[in-house]
């Protein structure tokens, strides 16, 4: 599975558990219009840990905070790519 | 205190060796040095806990202060202890070649089999008596009581035709020495535990035996419902102590032994023993703060209970020792409270709230309810950094069962998903764990409780 299809699926699924209405998974998102609070978030990004190996928010350089979904997909492909 | 034996055939009962409490009236422990030790100040460190239960018997009244070391206290903690103690005496169970790292103390042994001695025992002073608690710093912290305030008030005597104690805890911790001064100043017998022995074969030796009374930590308890042999012994009372009763376990216990009288009890080796609660319900209610038991006071100050009264330990051994009580006599438990519908709940440990985003979860209140789960055995609610919220909540969880593992992939996510949806009908958001990991067993410390990260 993609790293992209593997964001997206967490995303949907942490949306249905916090029963918060998921707003379309477009590039362009801004995060913050997405419906999904920062506990939302905190779940996803503990959970993408999980499944994916790692944390790209914890990687050593600093790391710009993602602003649109696909900010957020590109961070998680990168840093995926450079392990 | 005697030994008075009151009974006829009132006895220790250790795993590999059983001592009748009549015997030490003309008989030690010491081969003959009891008198080396009066007036001394004198560490127990034996391995056994039977040698330790006569030591204890034969030293107060005659030593003048006695440290009860728990087994397995690492060496470089136990010279600090006969450091702080001031100890002239260290008495141990091991003739240990490589003898005394302890420099001018004097190292004694003494052994469960007893020899005869020529004079009875006479008392000659108030022995003044020392636990060790965990410091924050892994060190221990050495608490000075007197036997009356372990003992607490006398009961009346037990008309105790087949009252037999015992304890999960080693008697050199709090909650331990309070069973064993109950079975010994009540004239009755106890059955030691043993760190050699299973769980399953010390219920069946406490069964064989006829246990009527027996106590343990909550995680001791919850073993127990897991051994599989719970009902190995038929106890008329069941006694709680040293973590948080949740309801879930109250109810087990009920269940299991319906005709026992299941009473779980506050105490902390400082503040000593604060209340027992019978009624079958997790926390206790309000009124208690107003009508305590007798020598004790109760208030809960910024969250946490404190207490004030005869049980408190006098002070705290050494010379950086902070002060034990508040200036006000109270001794802060360090164990938050909450109010919700007239009933005081213990929510967990002041030093245990994990920080969600600014908001505050104690981690014992979600494992309270993620052990409602009818599965789930017991569970430890851990703090996991995040870079979002700061921290977040996850869990391990030990399934009951004769399976201790999910039985496939499958079953282990419909299971994930039925406990995070029963935290979500209980708890705000915040406090549902993100992830649960199952695991067959969790850590749990030499004192009987769950061993929780960075405590």
Known sequence: MSVRSTIVEQFEEVAKEQKRKLAPLTDNLQLLDSGLDSLSFAIVVARLEESLGFDPFNAAEVVDFPLTFGDFVRLYETTSATR | ?455
């Open chain 2, 1 to 455: 205190m005697t030994a008075t034996g009151k009974l006829p055939g009132s006895s220790f009962y250790g795993a590999e060796a059983t001592v009748a409490l009549a015997d030490l009236a003309q008989a030690s422990s010491l081969g003959g040095r009891l008198e080396q030790l009066r007036g001394a100040s004198v560490v127990l460190a034996t391995e056994d806990q039977l040698t330790a239960a006569l030591l204890l018997i034969e030293l107060d009244g005659v030593a003048r202060r006695m440290v009860l070391c728990p087994p397995d206290l690492p060496q470089q903690h136990l010279s600090e202890v006969v450091r702080v103690a001031e100890a002239g005496v260290i008495v141990r169970d091991i003739a240990d070649a490589q003898a005394m790292p302890f420099g001018t103390t004097t190292q004694i042994t003494a052994t469960a089999s007893l020899t005869p001695i020529q004079t009875p025992r006479r008392q000659s002073q108030q022995t003044e008596w020392v636990l060790l608690t965990s410091g924050t710093t892994g060190a221990p912290k050495l608490v000075a009581h007197t036997l009356a305030s372990l003992a607490g008030p006398s009961r009346a005597p037990m008309r105790a035709d087949k009252t037999i104690w015992s304890t999960f805890y080693d008697i050199r911790r709090y909650g331990g020495l309070q069973i064993y001064l109950r079975a010994v100043l009540g004239g009755v017998s106890l059955v030691l535990s043993s760190a050699k022995e299973a769980a399953a074969d010390f219920l069946a030796r406490a069964g064989a035996i006829g246990v009527t009374h027996i106590s343990g930590t909550p995680t001791h308890w919850r073993r127990v419902l897991m051994s599989g042999v719970a009902q190995r012994i038929s106890p008329q009372y069941v006694r709680l102590s040293g973590e948080i009763a949740d309801q879930a376990l109250l109810d087990s216990l009920r269940a299991v032994y319906s005709k026992a009288r299941i009473v779980h009890a506050f105490a902390s080796t400082e503040a000593g023993v604060a209340f027992d609660i019978e009624d079958g319900k997790a926390g206790f209610a309000a009124e208690l703060l107003e009508r305590p038991a007798s020598g004790v006071e109760l208030k809960i100050q910024d969250g946490t209970l404190r207490i004030r009264g005869v049980r408190n330990a006098s002070r705290y051994l050494g010379d950086a020792a902070s002060a034990l009580a508040q200036s006000d006599g109270f001794v802060d438990t360090g164990d938050m409270v909450e109010l919700r519908s007239g009933r005081y709940y213990f929510v967990g440990r002041k030093g245990g709230v994990i920080n969600v985003g600014g908001l505050k979860v104690h981690p014992e209140e979600v494992e309270a309810v993620i052990n409602t789960h009818p599965r789930v055995r017991m569970s430890l609610v851990k703090s996991r950094k995040n870079p979002i919220t700061g921290a977040i909540v996850v869990a391990e969880v030990v399934m009951n069962g004769d399976k201790s593992q999910a039985s496939d992939f499958l079953d282990t996510q419909a299971l994930t998903k039925e406990i995070i949806d029963t935290c979500r009908r209980a708890l705000p958001a915040h406090k549902v764990p993100a992830m649960i990991r199952f695991v067959p067993a969790l850590e749990v410390s030499a004192s009987g409780k769950l061993v929780r990260p960075g405590a």
